[in-house]
Every structure is written in C-alpha cells, then in structure tokens.
T-cell receptor, first 115, second 112 residues
Framework: AQSVSQHNHHVILSEAASLELGCNYS??????LFWYVQYPGQHLQLLLK??????LVKGIKGFEAEFIKSKFSFNLRKPSVQWSDTAEYFCAVSHRGSTLGRLYFGRGTQLTVWP | GAGVSQTPSNKVTEKGKYVELRCDPISGHTALYWYRQSLGQGPEFLIY????????DSGLPNDRFFAVRPEGSVSTLKIQRTERGDSAVYLC??????????FGEGSRLTVL
C-alpha cells in the first residue's frame, strides 16, 4: 500500500530561520509529487509540484523542493521563513498512469513561525 | 465566486441519520474529486468523476457512501446510516481535465 510519511508533526521557528520539512513515500513506480499548504481558515492550495525534469522545483512564496529518487524523498525548503508562512503543509504523491488527481497525502506538518 | 463551493460548511447529525454534502466546482472543470480528512490525518481519496460518470470510486469506504454528479457539474456525496467514525471534514476538489486540483473549504461532519 502507498504511504507518505511526514516525520515532523509540528515545527516551531522564529522569523528568518531556515525551514526543511521532510517527506518520504513508499511507492516504487513513477510518481508525481506535490506540496500543498493550508493557511488558517483557508482551503488547501498547491505550493509546488514535480512531474519530471529538474528535480529541484521552485514554487510560490520562495518555497522549493528537491526530489531525490534514490531516497524516495521530496523535502520542502525555504531559506528564510516569515510569520505569514504559519500553516499546515501536506506532502502528496500520485502514481503515474493511475487515476489522475488521485493523491496520497501525508498526515501534515503544522508550521508555527514566531515574529 | 471563482472557487469550489461546498455546503454545508458544518453539519451535526445523529448516528443512523442520512446526510448529503454538496459540491459546486469551478465552472468548466470536468474532473471532480471527493476526499475525506479525519482529525490529525491528511486527506484520503474517496471518488473521482470525469464528467457525469464516476471514473474511480475505489476509495469509498463501504456501501453507505455514494456520490452523484448527474449533469457533470454539481456533485452530492450521500452518506446513509451515519456512524460516529464518519465524523471528518469532507473535501471536494475540481480540476480542468485532471490537472491541478482546486480544493473547497470542506464540509465538517460531526456524528453524535
């Protein structure tokens, strides 16, 4: 069965600190990879995605993620966080060739940034 | 509005009752998805519509759950004989031909 692991359930940082959120998946086939963000009181939004090509993907608001196939990982990074980055972050995977849009989500990481 | 609209935003019901949750997708989006998010978990796939037909309903947990999309736009998720374990946030998402998913804010169901 497909699983997506986000090892950090709650991360607390001060503004300007660097961020890295871990994501590992278990599927051995070809995957598409996503990070979604949910700001307080809002709906899930796409932060960035990887389908193919350059494994370093840049998203909105200065976020980036790196796909390391050998490690089955897709970690999210940001060099300097802001208070407005406080949100819950979800890693998600879909299987190439399977139902388009059928995503397997991790359980999420709550990021709290103190001003 | 321009986004995915879900109603009701909150629903409290008693065990054994029937519940309907509605999703109004972004205009022109042919693909529609239902996900369920239990407390402390990420969203879990329930069902996918392409147009009017359910292209993949393998995520529905049992036969108490059913969803329709009769005209290829609005969808209704129906839950019969609700159980306390059905309590969750039910998310709807739409997509243009299965591309990026655009999520609604969800319907929070509480079964007492």
């Amino acid at each position: 069965a497909q699983s997506v692991s986000q090892h950090n359930h709650h991360v607390i940082l001060s503004e300007a600190a660097s961020l890295e959120l871990g994501c590992n998946y278990s599927y051995g086939g070809t995957v598409n990879l996503f990070w979604y963000v949910q700001y307080p009181g809002q709906h899930l939004q796409l932060l960035l995605k990887y389908f193919s090509g350059d494994p370093l993907v840049k998203g909105i608001k200065g976020f980036e993620a790196e796909f390391i196939k050998s490690k089955f990982s897709f970690n999210l990074r940001k060099p300097s966080v802001q208070w407005s980055d406080t949100a819950e972050y979800f890693c998600a995977v879909s299987h190439r060739g399977s139902t388009l849009g059928r995503l397997y989500f991790g359980r999420g990481t709550q990021l709290t940034v103190w001003p | 509005g321009a986004g995915v609209s879900q109603t009701p935003s909150n629903k409290v019901t008693e065990k054994g009752k029937y519940v309907e949750l509605r999703c109004d997708p972004i205009s022109g989006h042919t693909a529609l998805y239902w996900y369920r998010q239990s407390l402390g978990q990420g969203p879990e796939f329930l069902i996918y519509f392409q147009g009017t037909g359910a292209a993949d309903d393998s995520g529905l947990p049992n036969d108490r759950f059913f969803a329709v999309r009769p005209e290829g736009s609005v969808s209704t998720l129906k839950i019969q004989r609700t159980e306390r374990g059905d309590s969750a946030v039910y998310l709807c998402a739409s997509s243009p031909k299965g591309g990026e998913l655009f999520f609604g804010e969800g319907s929070r169901l509480t079964v007492l």
